[in-house]
């Protein structure tokens, strides 16, 4: 009986983290071309990868300057090169719109949703494929298993 006890407290864990959502707060990167632009942190979920932004307008945007997203961007996975493409984008619009500001030191908090990565992946790129856009390299991805 006991034994059948631990097996199925084992199967139960196991099972459990495999659909569990993870959080990564402030994730290490390589690079970003915006440094303006933060990522507060990527959600791991069984539907979706969710990258947390948050841009403060700096200084030189004299009136506050736009922000906007184009639906092409992309994670790429940094071994395999595989696309995990956008899905939707919340509190940023989709270029042409765009998000004005009216000053400099403005915040403006968003996320974008993209497909789900695969459970072996430990890093991805971000790609706004746009000359001027904000790209992130070598995210790193810490999954439980």
Do not use: C
Not at 4 to 26: D, E, M, N, Y
Not at 101 to 122: C, H, K
Not at 131 to 139: H, K, P, R, S
Request: positive net charge.
């Amino acid at each position: 009986m006991k034994r059948f006890l631990l097996i199925l407290f084992f199967l139960t864990a196991i099972l459990s983290t495999s659909i569990a959502q993870v959080f990564i707060k402030s994730p290490a990167f390589g690079m970003s071309t915006s440094p303006e632009v933060k990522i507060v942190k990527v959600e791991l979920a069984k539907d979706y990868t969710a990258l947390h932004f948050s841009f403060i307008t700096p200084a030189d945007y004299v009136n506050g300057g736009w922000a906007s997203a184009l639906k092409t961007m992309y994670l790429r996975d940094v071994k395999t090169k595989k696309r995990f493409y956008l899905k939707t984008a919340e509190n940023i619009p989709y270029y042409p719109e765009k998000h004005h500001f009216s000053a400099p030191g403005q915040r403006l908090e968003f996320i974008l949703y993209f497909d789900p990565v695969d459970n072996v992946t430990s890093a991805v790129d971000m790609i706004e494929n746009i000359e001027g856009g904000f790209n992130f390299f070598n995210i790193m991805l810490i999954h439980i298993v």
